[in-house]
């Protein structure tokens, strides 16, 4: 029986999730630093190691106390609350400790978790000065203009598939999205508005939000993969401009300066009515379906990525967008990625 003056009793957690983090401090005083961050985000101090020249490697593991609203099943949905609320809390602690100016990584959740993505630690490079990696890819992120990190968790990929990287290649052209070359050789993307359409991992959605996006709507219709794309944008950072919509694109107001999507040919097929009425028209532009918002900047109407075709289904699918018209064709391995203007 609880004691009549303890107060109501705390949910029973579904579970306490933790996750590595490793972090290497240059000297003593930033490794007792970085100790003193950890703790006041709760974050534990595993072990501390001495690797020469004063410098120090420390393990750090995140855990999060996971609650349920009713029987603790263990169904579907309070695994993925369990894998979501993992690399939420790893996220959220890398990011700070980040931001704090700390060298800090994040493991794979288990060795089995690495094991099962192929042990492809190493980035995938989509432009000379960007790449996306694993949270634990040992590659130095200050060498690139954009690093973004991705935890495939149970949503589509890590981002290294070729039809990702057409889309993130051309989202950091300055040529194809008409957008300044600052600071690098990588478009500005500031003030755009940006539409993700199957975001997966929402590793489309962040790398438009790192380069300046002010605002980016990210849709899917699977669950695991909202609940990877929100982990992934607190790794990056970006949680305050990546926003998680309803997956029926007929309830997304838009329009979008970019709209984006990576999916099977014959869903884009489906979806060109609602695509067309995404994608903002240009200045002066009437039809059906024109818009009173403000056109992209520059004036020319905003632009459609579309990636996951074969190059046999490249007219099909130009005829279904028709009259938004190919304006930037881009092939990768055996993938074509279309880029479409009004
Ligand atoms: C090939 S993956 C691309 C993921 C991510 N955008 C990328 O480039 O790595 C396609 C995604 O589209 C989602 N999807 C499929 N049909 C969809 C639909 N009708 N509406 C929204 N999302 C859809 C899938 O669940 C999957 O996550």
Redesign the pocket.
């Known amino acids: 029986m609880p004691s009549p003056a303890a107060g109501p009793a705390d949910p029973a957690p579904i579970a306490v999730v933790t996750a590595p983090i490793v972090a290497g401090a240059a000297h003593d005083a930033e490794a007792a630093a970085l100790e003193a961050a950890a703790a006041e985000l709760g974050v534990a101090v595993v072990s501390r190691h001495a690797v020469g020249r004063g410098r120090w490697l420390l393990q750090l593991s995140a855990s999060r106390r996971l609650l349920t609203n009713g029987s603790a099943g263990g169904g579907l949905d309070e695994k993925l609350a369990v894998t979501s609320g993992e690399q939420i809390a790893v996220g959220e602690a890398v990011a700070t400790l980040r931001q704090a100016g700390f060298a800090v990584l994040a493991g794979p959740p288990s060795e089995a978790y690495a094991v099962v993505w192929g042990r492809r630690n190493g980035p995938s490079w989509f432009a000379p000065e960007a790449f996306v990696c694993f949270p634990w890819s040992p590659v130095d992120r200050s060498a690139a203009r954009l690093a973004v990190e991705i935890d495939p968790g149970a949503?589509?990929?890590a981002?290294g598939?070729p039809?990702?990287l057409g889309?993130l290649a051309g989202l950091v052209d300055p040529a194809v999205v008409d957008a300044p070359a600052a600071p690098g050789n990588l478009a500005d993307l500031s003030g755009r508005r940006v539409l993700?359409?199957?975001?997966?991992?929402?590793?489309?959605?962040i790398a438009a939000a790192l380069r300046g996006a002010a605002l980016v709507d990210a849709?899917?219709?699977?669950p695991a993969?909202l609940d990877a794309t929100r982990a992934n944008a607190i790794r990056n950072g970006v949680a305050d401009r990546v926003h998680l919509v309803d997956?029926d694109?007929a309830r997304c107001p838009g329009p979008y300066d970019l709209v984006?999507?990576?999916?099977?040919a014959d869903?884009i097929t489906?979806?060109a009515t609602e695509l067309r009425r995404l994608v903002s028209r240009p200045v002066g532009a009437a039809g059906p379906g024109a818009d009173p918002e403000p056109p992209a900047p520059g004036g020319g109407g905003g632009l459609l990525g579309v990636?996951?075709l074969s190059v046999a289904q490249v007219s099909r699918l130009e005829a279904a967008l028709a009259p938004l018209r190919t304006v930037h064709r881009h092939h990768l391995d055996d993938w074509v990625t279309l880029w479409f203007r009004w």
């Open positions: 949503g589509f990929g981002g598939h039809t990702t889309l993700d359409v199957g975001c997966g991992t929402g590793v489309l959605a849709l899917d219709i699977a993969a997956a694109l984006l999507a990576n999916i099977h869903v489906a979806l990636s996951g």
